[in-house]
């Protein structure tokens, strides 16, 4: 980039280039169709054996592992096209002849948030995770509103990263909307904050892999008929 300064009484232009740095976070809306893919999704897996609390870090009663990834797995290949898209600008890599990275959904739950739940900081495995949100009610962003604090506020969503220097961006602070969805590092840490009000909040998370495990493969069929 180009930005005239003034020395003297002649203007001089002077080139300069900011750094990438940091994490590479992609907030999207989604579609009504995805929206209400993944609403069916959730509720159909509201059963007591996909209870899902034990593999998560949330302080949450209502967790779900989602029966059924096959339907998702198209809407989810159109958000990570855009994110390998991203990234690509992100890390400035000009190789356009570099094969697109291969992706598998690992697993996919659903939160049913109330008032005094929350998520601590954490971080998830594999390669990437996302979080969609189905459902905001209005008495939670009018609490966030209200808020007056200066770390994030009930019922939004927060990453954190780096050593914490206050001359450095390390932390990042969203109050979402219904549609809305993140898209990032598995291992970069976030939490939720809690909200007062007695309504739900609706979130579906889910991890990524890219690097597929060999006993996540499908097996080769083999049509070769076999010598007697």
Request: hydrophobic share 35%; proline share 7%.
């Amino acid at each position: 980039m180009t930005e005239k300064i003034n020395k003297g009484n002649a203007p001089i232009q002077v080139q300069y280039q900011v750094l990438t740095w940091g994490p590479c976070v992609v907030k999207l809306r989604i579609t009504d169709d995805f929206h209400q893919l993944l609403t069916t999704e959730a509720e159909a897996s509201v059963k007591e054996e996909n209870l899902y609390q034990h593999r998560l870090a949330g302080i949450i009663q209502k967790e779900y592992k989602f029966r059924n990834l096959n339907t998702l797995q198209p809407y989810i290949n159109d958000i990570l096209q855009i994110y390998d898209r991203v990234w690509t600008q992100w890390r400035n890599d000009d190789d356009k002849d570099k094969p697109p990275n291969k992706y598998l959904i690992r697993n996919i739950w659903v939160n049913y948030q109330k008032a005094g739940e929350f998520n601590p900081p954490h971080d998830h495995a594999d390669d990437l995770s996302f979080v969609a949100y189905l459902k905001i009610p209005s008495e939670i962003e009018k609490e966030f509103k209200e808020f007056r604090g200066k770390s994030c506020g009930p019922g939004g969503i927060s990453f954190l990263y780096g050593e914490g220097n206050r001359q450095a961006i390390t932390y990042q602070a969203h109050f979402p909307k219904e549609k809305d969805l993140f898209i990032f590092p598995a291992w970069l840490k976030h939490f939720v904050a809690p909200f007062k009000a007695d309504v739900e909040r609706i979130s579906v998370s889910g991890n990524i892999a890219s690097n597929i495990p060999v006993n996540a493969l499908e097996p080769v069929k083999n049509d070769t008929p076999s010598k007697s």
